[in-house]
């Protein structure tokens, strides 16, 4: 049973353009959401979080809105720029699952120039 | 060393043998975790460890083993290794369990 789920296995957007990644998740104990983005051959790097008091976070030209009504959280990027080309996970935890991260299975964003 | 290393890079093995990736830190981070990443599944929590001395079974403990003796190593143990561990292995700390987790580059291992 996936609990995180990103229902996109790719998207390509224009350099310039916004890039919109959605997630979504089934557990309602999940309080605390993250967004990783992974190079090949290297780890995951963390990006941008949100905890479940807020519904908006954030950082330079990165953006996480989470609607918890819908569990349903999405990262906005704008402008696209092409070294933000990669692999994109969304993760969460909380409940019995606190500091246990649940991955989705990942959205690879093409940007072209 | 800088954040956390893991090896080795990359691995392979014959099925039936025992083989450690091994995981430091170097940010005294107190918890500590093992992931496997496969295509089409995202990363899949193997075994946790939210202190030195504990441990915990994540989502996937079947066919591994850790320890955490000190508080800057976390090694993973594939006792008799089988076909379907082959994937990359990451590890990964944080500063307590509610912190956001750093990843170590991988491990990538081939189980033939």
């Known amino acids: 049973d996936q609990q995180v789920k990103q229902n996109s296995p790719s998207l390509s957007v224009q350099e310039g353009r916004i890039s919109i990644l959605n997630c979504d998740y089934t557990?309602?104990?999940?309080?605390?959401f993250l967004w990783y983005k992974k190079y090949p051959a290297e780890g995951p790097t963390f990006l941008i979080s949100?905890?479940?008091?807020?519904d908006k976070n954030e950082d330079g030209r990165f953006t996480v809105f989470l609607n918890k009504s819908a569990k349903h959280l999405s990262l906005h990027i704008v402008p696209s720029q092409p070294g933000d080309s990669a692999v994109y996970f969304c993760?969460?935890?909380?409940?019995?699952?606190?500091?246990?991260?649940?991955f989705g299975q990942g959205t690879i964003l093409t940007v072209h120039p | 060393i800088a954040g956390i290393t893991q090896a080795p890079t990359s691995q392979i093995l014959a099925a039936g043998r025992r083989m450690t990736l091994r995981c430091t830190q170097d940010?005294?981070?107190?918890?500590m975790y093992w992931y496997r990443q496969d295509l089409g599944l995202g990363l899949r929590l193997i075994h946790y460890?939210?202190?030195?001395?504990?441990?915990g079974k994540g989502e996937v403990p079947d066919g591994y083993s850790v320890s955490r003796a000190n508080t800057d190593d976390f090694p993973l143990t594939l006792a008799s290794a089988v076909p379907s561990q082959t994937s990359v292995y990451f590890c990964?700390?944080?500063?307590?369990?509610?912190?956001?987790?750093?990843f170590g580059p991988g491990t990538r291992l081939l189980v033939l």
């Open positions: 990964a700390s944080s500063s307590d369990r509610r912190g956001t987790q750093y």
């Open positions: 557990n309602s104990m999940f309080d605390y």
């Open positions: 949100i905890s479940s008091i807020k």
């Open positions: 993760a969460a935890s909380g409940g019995t699952s606190y500091g246990k991260l649940t």
């Open positions: 940010m005294r981070h107190n918890a």
């Open positions: 460890s939210n202190t030195a001395g504990t441990t």
